[in-house]
């Protein structure tokens, strides 16, 4: 494997400081489960990786008016333990088909995030639920909607002395169900084909509020505007979630490559869309 | 970049080892003679590599030794040996579940710690705890009887 300097801080001051005392090939080190593999195939060339490991500033998950608040250490095997988090059921489903269980113990939710792969499986549901990203470096802290902070394939909002310390996620008192699914060519450890998270609000037969957000359709996670338009303030019928679907199908902007063809992926958002609206409804 | 000398508690013995920080845990072990561990597709991929990690199962070839070190870590010739196998080793011999026997390993840490979690796995927990290992020649019919097997095994000890 490539050389490279490993710094092992204690705190948040010393990575940051780790961080800002280097040049651009300074990157942070979570869980390593993307990290390591992309060093051994030169697709990252760091210098210096800043183990995160001890800094306990990055980790817990706590409630606070009106927030869900999920430190970056999060690992992913969390989201199937912590009721905090287990309660919202498309993190929860989505974390149930992260790669495997081995890796789903060491990799985290800043690094799924950090990796932005269009097809992250944890990035869909967490547009859903419309995440805040909170970004600190030495010069301070900024907060930002977790939509603005996917550039494109792998590329982020996060500047090289940055690190992603927390996602806030909105907790309504008002009813509201999710649903994820991820379709992928095996069960497990597979590369998702099309995900699909959605996040709906009820009153009464009508969808008060609803964010559908799609993965491996576009170069980056995205929401499917136009179809939340369709749904939003109508009635929960068959008609109404059958056009949002189909609308859903015509913004994304799918490739074809070598595991499905761009037409299959557009027909299939279709299909997921639709079922994971009505799997939602039916949670309430 | 230069070595640092790390300690590793391994199966309860405590090394001390010259290491360069791009060594993974994988290697750091096998080096120290731990040739049970082994090494396979070095991308997380394939399990064979598992380790147990403050009772945690991991991909040893993700993770870099120096930040293993103070952890304990328990490799599958911890959990017993050919004079005194743990049951789910002798569960393994008994059933047929190895056959060439390279992701053995991997498979009995997975299924010791699925077993610490659940003591009575359902067939599903067993295929979802295994889903990181990969075996290419039994075709995972016997690996699952093993386990199931084994932790009856464990329940009568427990029970007495």
């Known amino acids: 494997m490539r050389d490279f300097e490993l710094l092992q801080p204690k705190n948040l001051a010393d990575a940051l400081d780790a961080l800002a005392q280097n040049n651009a090939s300074v990157h942070p080190l979570a869980g390593g489960t993307d990290m390591l593999v992309d060093i051994r195939a030169q697709r990252a060339q760091p210098d210096v990786l800043v183990a995160l490991q001890n800094v306990n500033e990055l980790r817990g998950v706590t409630r606070t008016n009106g927030h869900l608040r999920v430190g970056a250490s999060t690992t992913i095997a969390e989201f199937l333990k912590n009721p905090l988090l287990t309660e919202h059921d498309a993190l929860r489903q989505a974390a149930s088909v992260f790669a495997n269980p081995l890796i789903r113990n060491s990799a985290t939710i800043a690094g799924n995030i950090g990796s932005a792969s269009p097809a992250g499986d944890m990035l869909p549901p967490l547009l859903a639920f419309d995440a805040q990203i909170e970004l600190v470096s030495k010069n301070g802290t900024r907060t930002m909607p977790l939509n603005e902070f996917f550039l494109g394939p792998r590329k982020t909002a996060r500047n090289a002395n940055e690190l992603i310390s927390n996602l806030q996620l909105p907790i309504s008192n008002l009813q509201t169900a999710s649903a994820f699914y991820k379709l992928g060519l095996r069960q497990a450890d597979a590369i998702s084909l099309v995900s699909v998270a959605v996040w709906l609000q009820r009153d009464s037969d009508m969808i008060r509020d609803v964010r559908i957000a799609l993965g491996a359709v576009a170069p980056r996670p995205m929401r499917a505007t136009r179809a939340e338009e369709i749904l939003h303030g109508q009635i929960f019928n068959e008609t109404n979630v059958k056009e949002a679907a189909r609308v859903a199908s015509e913004e994304c902007a799918p490739i074809d490559d070598l595991r499905a063809s761009a037409n299959y992926r557009r027909r299939m958002v279709n299909v997921y869309v639709r079922r994971m609206l009505e799997q939602a409804w039916r949670n309430f | ?160």
């Open chain 2, 1 to 160: 970049m230069e070595p640092r000398l790390v300690t590793l508690k391994v199966n309860g013995r405590t090394h001390h080892a010259a290491l360069a920080p791009n060594t993974t845990l994988l290697h750091a072990l096998r080096d120290l003679g731990y040739t049970d561990v082994k090494s396979g597709c070095e991308k997380g991929d394939c399990g064979a590599c598992t380790v147990l990690v403050n009772n945690t199962p991991l991909n040893a070839c993700l993770m870099l030794a120096w930040l293993a070190e103070g952890q304990e870590i328990v490799t599958v010739a911890g959990l017993g040996n050919a004079e005194h196998p743990h049951p789910l080793q002798q569960a393994f011999v008994d059933f047929g579940a190895a056959q060439c026997g390279y992701c053995t390993p991997g498979m009995i840490l997975a299924a010791k710690a699925l077993l610490d979690e659940h003591p009575h796995p359902t067939d599903d927990e067993m295929r979802e705890a295994l889903s990181g290992n990969l075996c290419r020649c039994t075709g995972y019919v016997r690996i699952i009887e093993a386990i199931q097997n084994a932790a009856n095994e464990l329940d009568a000890e427990q029970r007495g």
